[in-house]
């Protein structure tokens, strides 16, 4: 598996964005792999609350039939992080 992520605050801290990606590929067959990004952005509020949003891509070369060899999701939300 070949792996690479991050984090990084930017603006004076205002934006703080994560990513991931990594892929899989099979031992066996050169044409059986897998991979997945992933990206996401956080905006501070106010104290401890954060508007996030994050989006995932998916892709598997082998599948199930009828089955599709990619997919996304887009989510967003609040978080509240209590600080000790």
Known sequence: TAWVFGRHFLLNRKLFLHYEAYIQPSLEKNDNFRW??????DIPIWKGLNFTTNY???YESVVAERAKTD???????????FKK
């Open 56 to 58: 995932i891509y998916t």
């Open 36 to 41: 997945q990004t992933e990206i996401g952005l």
């Open 71 to 81: 997919d996304s999701i887009l989510t967003f939300g609040l978080v509240y992080q």
